[in-house]
């Protein structure tokens, strides 16, 4: 069997109340609108790609679990009339702005095909989309995209080149990862922070879900999608731009979950065929108290990291960081400051490249 053939969407939240982990079903969907809250998810650009080649392949509904989308179509059939509300606009975004608009109208096909009862609120307006329709980066952006996507994006170049340093333990790596952060970012985020956790990690042969999780964090924010490790600065800060993208979904996720508009809550969630960022979700999410996701962070701790010290080091290091250098973490953030720290970060790469040939 393929692996297009196993392909499945999956439902994430990033944030979750502390009596655990919630699971998005029709059952769910039902009960929230029968209590005035609605549910809104936001659509990762690998589901409109996806609908996208249903369409150009001829849009028949067998195609729909080929291509991963059979379960997400059935999930929407079965919750009641106008209880979830879709968000294709931030996916749209993430693609280079020629491609979008083409899939944007394969969008609407696709759903007059498949969910005919779905349509746009009659009030709202198409996005326009022109420009490149290939090799399309972070400096691509408008200013105000740069400024809200510069952390993560500096964040995951100075990981990717933390990574490449040759003679470092594990520990070394990591501390060397959050001097670097919080001295040119100026933020230290917990998802990067958990995310470099993982990349650095030498779990022992035994840890196979360990292993597992590495590998997929690995995949998703440090290699390019062949496997390979980027061969030049281009190919690092076009890694670090897809991971960034990733970590902003989530971000807005948390950000729309529990607002409120025209009187009703919305309950927010990711939907996605992207296996590895599903991952990561498993393993990372934000609290949510009365409602609404708060700034502490929840990490798994996996029963073979007891025996690792690698893991009680890397969190001691974390925790004196963020005390010891509480001022700079707490620097003022304008937007051209925060894009400042984005060219910052890529010129670093460039450098690196240049005078080592990493």
């Not at 179509?73 to 975004?93: D, V």
């Not at 702005?97 to 746009?120: K, S, T």
């Not at 500096?154 to 959050?178: H, I, M």
């Amino acid at each position: 069997m393929s692996n297009l053939s196993k392909k499945r969407t999956h439902f994430l939240k990033s944030s979750h109340p502390t009596s655990g982990r919630l699971k998005l079903d029709p059952v769910r969907v039902a009960q929230n609108w029968s209590q005035g809250v609605a549910t809104s998810l936001l659509f990762d650009t690998n589901i409109l790609i996806s609908m996208e080649r249903v369409v150009a392949a001829g849009n028949k509904p067998a195609l729909l679990k080929q291509y991963g989308l059979e379960n997400l179509i059935t999930f929407l059939r079965r919750g009641p009339p106008k209880s979830t509300y879709l968000c294709p606009a931030w996916g749209f975004s993430e693609m280079p702005p020629g491609l979008a608009g083409p899939c944007r109208q394969a969008y609407e096909v696709f759903f007059a095909a498949h969910l005919p009862e779905f349509h746009d609120d009659p009030q709202s307006k198409d996005a326009q989309y022109a420009g490149k329709a290939g090799d399309y980066g972070f400096f691509d952006l408008d200013e105000v995209a740069q400024a809200a996507l510069a952390v993560p994006f500096a964040s995951l170049t100075y990981l990717q080149l933390v990574d490449r340093e040759p003679g470092l333990t594990p520990v070394e790596r990591f501390g060397r990862y959050l001097k670097l952060v919080i001295e040119h970012v100026g933020i230290l985020s917990a998802k990067e922070v958990q995310i470099a956790r993982f990349c650095f990690a030498n779990p022992p042969a035994d840890a196979k879900e360990t292993i597992s999780i590495r590998k997929a964090f690995r995949r998703n924010f440090v290699k390019r999608k062949d496997d390979a490790l980027p061969r030049s600065a281009a190919e690092l800060l076009h890694v670090s731009f897809n991971g960034a993208n990733d970590l902003s979904l989530l971000t807005s996720a948390d950000t729309i979950d529990g607002t409120v508009e025209d009187g009703i809550v919305h309950e927010c969630w990711v939907a996605t065929t992207d296996d590895k960022l599903a991952k990561f979700a498993e393993h990372f999410h934000l609290v949510n108290i009365q409602g609404g996701s708060t700034p502490f962070a929840a990490v798994t701790k996996h029963p073979e990291h007891t025996t690792d010290s690698y893991w009680d080091k890397t969190v001691e290091l974390w925790q004196r960081a963020t005390l010891r250098d509480v001022p700079a973490l707490h620097r003022p953030r304008e937007p051209e400051a925060l894009r400042a720290v984005a060219r910052r970060a890529a010129e670093t790469a460039e450098v690196a490249f240049l005078a080592t040939a990493i």
